[in-house]
């Protein structure tokens, strides 16, 4: 079995480096990453930096916050680059532009390694339970190369097309989850404010047209005023901006889109970036006068 390098052990990076390890894959991880012990508890090696993992690995897995950290992890003093030897295979599962992850596939083509971009979906919920779906950027021989890796993590895998149409499809993802949290948190306000039981009303929608994910988790989390973060609004605003970006460059409207991120922009302001994105309903609860 391959050895793999696996770089970000966050809410979401830890859960899957753990499902690796189950399945028998030998894993290294940075041994500056607090979450590391736990790793190396379950049988993962700890490495210095980013080039010691490229360099006694076959396959490098980040899953960091945004396209800077990276494009640091990768081509930043002591980075990946320095140490990645021709043959591997890098695959970044963060949420980042396309535009950087189809740099990062050129960059490390020229030094023959392929390179996958390979966002997922599915929260910290997916992520522990091993049933993410998982989209996937890059070339088919490096997509069935990583399968396997995949399957470890996730359950719903798609190989999209050429380099960067995983993180489009992520983008395109947040857009709707984003959207669909909002509707469900102006309804359940609408609701609330008219005096109607909330555990009902979301019990009557999900046996309807108006079923979803989001209704069914996120409902429940506005019922019971459960707001710890599964997926931080800082991190959904920062994918919203991608999804923004993205319509800039290929002069499509997208109104909703906007709409929530300016939401999600006072929530900011108000210091709930920390809080999960379901929270919006607290800004709508607020222009409400709840």
Same mark, same amino acid.
């Given at each position: ?122 929260? /910290?919920?997916? %992520? *522990? @339970?091993? #049933? !993410?779906?998982?989209?996937? &950027? ?8 990583? +399968? ?33 949290? /909002?509707?469900? %948190? *102006? @309804?359940? #306000? !609408?609701?609330?404010?008219? &005096? ?8 009557? +929608? ?36 991608? %999804? ?47």
């Amino acid at each position: 079995m391959e050895k793999i390098g696996f770089i970000g052990l966050g809410i979401m990076g830890k859960p899957m480096a753990l499902h690796l390890l189950k399945a028998g894959y030998a894993v290294s991880v940075l041994e500056k990453n607090k979450a590391a012990k736990e790793l190396v508890d379950a049988g993962a090696r700890s490495v210095p930096t980013p080039a010691k993992i490229a360099q006694g690995c076959d396959v490098v897995i980040t899953m960091l916050p945004d396209s800077p950290e990276v494009v640091e992890v990768v081509s930043g003093k002591d980075g990946v680059l320095e140490g990645i030897r021709q043959g591997s295979l890098f695959i970044d599962m963060s949420t980042i532009a396309p535009a950087t992850a189809k740099n990062l596939y050129e960059l490390l083509r020229r030094r023959g390694v392929e390179a996958l971009d390979a966002p997922v979906s599915g929260g /910290q919920t997916g %992520a *522990e @339970a091993g #049933t !993410l779906s998982i989209m996937v &950027g890059g070339a088919e021989q490096a997509f069935q190369r990583g +399968l396997p890796l995949f399957q470890a993590m996730g359950k719903n895998i798609v190989h999209i097309g050429g380099p960067g149409s995983g993180q489009m499809t992520k983008a395109c993802n947040q857009m709707i989850v984003g959207i669909t949290i /909002q509707a469900v %948190a *102006e @309804a359940f #306000t !609408l609701a609330r404010k008219a &005096g109607v039981d909330l555990a009902k009303l979301r019990e009557a +929608l999900l046996g309807g047209f108006a079923q979803s994910r989001i209704l069914d988790l996120h409902g429940k989390r506005i019922i019971e005023r459960n707001f710890l973060p599964g997926f931080k609004i800082k991190l959904h605003r920062k994918d919203m901006n991608i %999804a923004l970006e993205a319509g800039k460059e290929f002069s499509v409207p997208l109104y909703g889109t906007a709409l929530v991120a300016e939401h999600m922009d006072a929530l900011l302001a108000q210091g709930k970036g920390g809080s999960d994105h379901s929270a919006i309903a607290l800004l709508i609860e607020q222009l409400a006068g709840l």
